[in-house]
């Protein structure tokens, strides 16, 4: 395998004036292109390009060699830009582009994941021609026309297209497999539908489960790793019988075992999945786990645990008894430990995550107190004046708005690794949901929580802060400068700091001194 350092014939600038990322890069499948996906710096407008290889050049070639090289380019050689979207939320980046082989040297056919249509997540497969242009380049020369674009999946619900998600296309059924929440928002399945004529979609993995899966490579066998909130997950494998008349609908029968379930441990109790109709107009999901020492009449303390924020979806049909094992040793010690995914989080579609446009910190708060109220009102073991909140990253950042804001509703807030101050956090991110600092002024003060310390209770053990000092993510200057801000407002606050931890503890003993610290603060102080 020889490698070779190669630049484009004319800087990256040049061609593509208005980007600023280079979101995901790499090779049709017969080599003829190098493909990228370019977004423009406010994240509302997407470009899926193709580079032939004869744009680029050896790195570090004098002007003769350049002048020669541009001579010697065949007409046409050019960018073409096959596909677009834009939109006035924001732009999430997939990893599904599948470019089927071309048959004919002036289009190209190839599957893609569109969100910006219809606002939620689904297949397409498209046509684009691709125009030669034999002028000097100019801005938007390269973009080609869709000659053809059909739907595959459309509804109410999403084809899974981020964190790594794949689909498997069998060209000679012509079929693609994906992944999906077309049943519902809570479990992922693996689903197949026909690319050359769509109509029906069909489901191959069993309902009441959340599964991830992966499909062979002849296209007869399919794995899912699965679980649900009491069945702690299992590994089988399934081929697919039936006709070969007709491969949509094949069945799914077990063929083998990979890991079996172990069962819940004695003392966990699985939490209970719960929806409200929100005032917002949403439907919210949320999971309670019950105290474990529930007596008629007693009221129990509650913890409303959060993350809040995009990308992320707590609240779903799987086993939450590894990672979120925290949760029931709560409920175990007597909390009423509440969960809800409110607007903002993943799964739901572009406009239910993008509530958040320009306004992180301003509605999450209303969803989870919302929330809280549902619960207590329908469950009436809440003591609503103790309850708790407590995340991590962007669920520290959300537990001191929920103080800051709602302090009257959460006697204590416990905030880890919390983003204080947007200005300082990760330029991509940030600017993806909030837009540049000189166009939303206003909402970057709103949601920097250290400019709102004066807000936070003067009464002392209401807040715990917890941070890694070698974040490498929020990094520790959020907590540095909040604490400077809180010491100059008079505030009182207790703070935690794991030295030797970045952005998630991984030392099992600073996990171990984490968990004690949350315990020990809770009982003092709720």
């Known amino acids: 395998l020889d490698l070779f350092d190669r630049e484009l014939v004319l800087p990256f600038k040049t061609l593509f004036p208005g980007v600023e990322y280079i979101a995901r890069a790499g090779w049709t499948r017969d080599g003829k ?24 050049l050896s790195v570090g070639v004098d002007e003769p060699q350049w002048e020669e090289h541009v001579a010697a380019m065949a007409e046409g050689v050019q960018p073409f830009v096959i596909y677009e979207e834009v939109t006035d939320i924001w732009i999430n980046v997939h990893d599904i582009f599948y470019p089927f082989i071309q048959t004919n040297n002036d289009e190209i056919t190839f599957l893609w994941v569109n969100e910006s ?37 459309s509804g109410e619900w999403e084809v899974l297209a981020r964190h790594g998600s794949k689909i498997w296309v069998n060209e000679e059924t012509k079929l693609v497999y994906f992944q999906g929440t077309k049943d519902t928002p809570l479990e992922h399945h693996l689903y197949v539908v026909s690319y050359e004529s769509p109509g029906d979609i069909v489901r191959l993995t069993k309902p009441g489960f959340s599964h991830g899966c992966s499909v062979s490579q002849n296209f007869d066998m399919f794995i899912s790793h699965y679980s649900n909130v009491s069945t702690p997950p299992c590994v089988h494998v399934y081929k697919l019988v039936g006709s070969d008349s007709d491969p949509l609908h094949k069945e799914p029968e077990f063929w083998a075992s990979m890991m079996e379930s172990a069962g819940c441990p004695a003392d966990y109790v699985p939490p209970e999945i719960f929806r409200f109709p929100a005032k917002s107009g949403f439907e919210l999901y949320g999971m309670l786990y019950k105290p474990h020492n529930l007596k008629p009449g007693k009221k129990h303390p509650a913890i409303l645990f959060v993350y809040g924020g995009p990308q992320v979806q707590l609240v779903n049909n799987s086993y939450k008894g590894v990672k979120y094992l925290r949760l029931n040793t709560l409920a175990s010690l007597g909390y009423a430990v509440i969960v809800i995914d409110g607007r903002g989080s993943c799964q739901r579609g572009l406009k239910f995550e993008g509530a958040l446009k320009n306004k992180m910190g301003q ?18 073991f809440i003591d609503l004046s103790r309850v708790a909140i407590h995340g991590w990253s962007y669920g520290g950042f959300l537990s001191l708005m929920g103080l800051i804001h709602r302090p009257n509703v959460f006697k204590v807030a416990v905030a880890g690794a919390p983003v204080t101050v947007w200005m300082a956090y990760d330029t991509g991110y940030t600017e993806r949901y909030m837009d540049v600092p ?30 890694g000092f070698l974040d490498e993510n929020v990094h520790f200057f959020h907590t540095n400068f909040l604490v400077s801000q809180l010491i100059r407002a008079g505030k009182p606050y207790q703070l935690q700091i794991y030295p030797n931890e970045r952005h998630s503890i991984r030392c099992p003993e600073s996990g171990e001194h984490y968990e004690i610290m949350l315990l020990y603060f809770l009982q003092q102080h709720l």
């Open 33 to 56: 292109y190098a493909w990228a996906v370019l977004l423009d710096r406010s994240q509302q407008k997407l470009q899926l390009v193709l580079l032939p290889p004869a744009l680029f």
């Open 117 to 153: 249509k219809t606002g939620f997540c689904h297949l397409y497969k498209a046509t684009s021609l691709l125009l030669h242009i034999y002028l000097v380049f100019a801005p938007d020369d390269f973009k080609c026309p869709v000659k053809e674009e059909v739907t595959l999946t």
């Open 363 to 380: 509605v999450e708060i209303e969803d989870q107190v919302e929330g809280l109220q549902y619960v207590a009102d329908k469950y009436k």
């Open 438 to 467: 000189e166009h939303n002024q206003q909402g970057y003060e709103a949601g920097s929580v250290a400019l709102h310390v004066d807000k936070l209770p003067n009464e002392p053990n209401r807040l715990l802060i917890l941070h």
